[in-house]
């Protein structure tokens, strides 16, 4: 008798889960049906198509000629549907953005151990460039998405010499895009011959022994990497990488294992905007990640990627046209992962 009582009680639960698994894919579907996905795409293109302010950085004098008006969205699925909306052919250079992807080859390759104790993973609460933070901890706790912990990554992606370095870097950057990148000509020379504040950094890491290749070398590989062209589904593509665990969900193809995904993103969310990272988190729950070439993109885990590309940057060296979308399409589709509805 006891037997069968826990048998009906066993199938009672099962039950119970079924249908709270149900209501909550249910609510997952309604929120990122197509045509919600669309509207909101669309209220969110009209809603900040005017916006004004910001303007484009211009410490890399190619980049104050990007035409400030650029303006595209896309949005991708982790079953690989794609969403857009306005410009999403103009290219712009990746920027910073790249440092999460060299960051994830790092970790793929070497594992977790290797960033933590090699780079560090800490914010550092100073400007993406600054000298001052690798002094204060004596090459220590720099971060990989910072210059001077970008930097090393680098420097310590597998590879001989620097034709190495550099193709296995293009690879990983390409194979989270899902198409062939290619590096923009006119802005790669810009920093290259402008570059001698990082040159500096690569130097200084080395005298603390947290530089891994030659710094010269790695400065200019660094350099190139951040010169890569990218449009906004192209973004969107790479975080939607990231969002189905390290498959690309337009090409099917597995680029990063599962665990390189678990420790690429919470380095995002605490340094991917620079100096106004806790902000972007507070406001949105969202992994993310900018460049000064006016792209942004954010990482929904297990639901979508998101990019837009605006020009036009914020005291912080965020694109402020971006931050202000994201945040709205993430609050309408309420996809904070930490917005939680109450059974």
Known sequence: MYYIFLRIKQQMIFVVLMIAFIINQGYSQTTLAKQNIESVLNNAFNKFKDLQGGKNADY?????????????????????????????????????????????????????????????????????????????????????????????????????????????????????????????????????????????????????????????????????????????????????????????????????????????LPVMATAGLYDNSGIWLFNSGLPAKSGVGGGMLAVCPGKFGIAVISPPLDKFGNSLKAQKVIQYIVEELKANPYWIEPK
């Open 60 to 264: 890399i004098k190619e980049l104050a000629n990007v035409d400030p008006n650029i303006f595209g969205i896309a949005l991708i699925t982790t079953d690989g549907k794609v969403y857009t909306k306005g410009d999403i052919t103009s290219m712009v250079s990746i920027q910073s953005i790249s440092k999460v992807f060299t960051m994830a080859k790092v970790i793929e390759e070497q594992g977790p151990l290797v960033l933590q104790d090699k780079i560090g993973v800490d914010a550092t609460g100073l400007p993406f460039n600054s000298i001052v933070a690798i002094e204060m901890h004596k090459g220590d706790k720099i971060n990989p998405l910072v210059n001077p912990g970008a930097i090393a990554a680098t420097s310590l992606v597998q590879g001989n010499d620097s034709i190495a370095k550099w193709k296995e870097i293009m690879k990983i950057q390409s194979d989270f895009a899902g198409r062939q990148l290619s590096i923009n000509r006119p802005v790669y020379i810009s920093e290259a011959g402008d570059n001698l504040r990082n040159q500096a950094i690569a130097h200084l890491l080395l005298a603390y022994g947290r530089m891994y290749f030659d710094p010269v070398q790695a400065t200019d590989i660094y350099t190139k990497q951040c010169a890569l062209n990218v449009n906004a589904k192209d973004l969107a593509t790479m975080a939607a990488t990231l969002a189905n665990g390290g498959v690309n969900p337009v090409t099917k193809k597995k680029v990063v294992s599962q665990s390189t995904v678990m420790y690429t």
